[in-house]
């Protein structure tokens, strides 16, 4: 199949399936999406809570992996804070063209 027969409106060619939603929701769907909008409307919607989904996850599962006691530097905002600066202060490495130029 090429890429234009996978595509239509914009949007990748799917399976057809069949939803229950209650009227009211539907109705006001329809009013946001316009004419023959619904489908487009219920996946981005559907896509969006997804990656909702998936962040919440990976917060989730990662919560706690660093030890505070490990980084005190980290204990309170300002600490956060001032942590942030620092780094953004340092002098990063540029690569071998920067240093090239300084020698230079």
Not at 51 to 65: C, P, Q, V, Y
Not at 75 to 87: G, L
Request: hydrophobic share 35%; aromatic share 4%.
């Amino acid at each position: 199949m090429t890429p234009d027969h996978r595509m239509r409106h914009g949007m990748r060619m799917a399976r057809r399936t069949n939803l229950l939603l209650p009227d009211d929701l539907v109705r006001e769907v329809d009013r946001v999406a316009g004419p023959r909008g619904r489908s487009r409307y219920v996946a981005e919607a559907v896509e969006h809570q997804l990656r909702r989904d998936r962040l919440r996850k990976a917060f989730e599962s990662t919560f706690g992996a660093l030890d505070p006691a490990d980084h005190p530097e980290w204990s309170t905002p300002e600490k956060v804070e001032a942590w942030v600066r620092e780094r953004r202060a340092e002098e990063t490495d540029a690569g071998p063209a920067a240093t090239q130029a300084k020698q230079e």
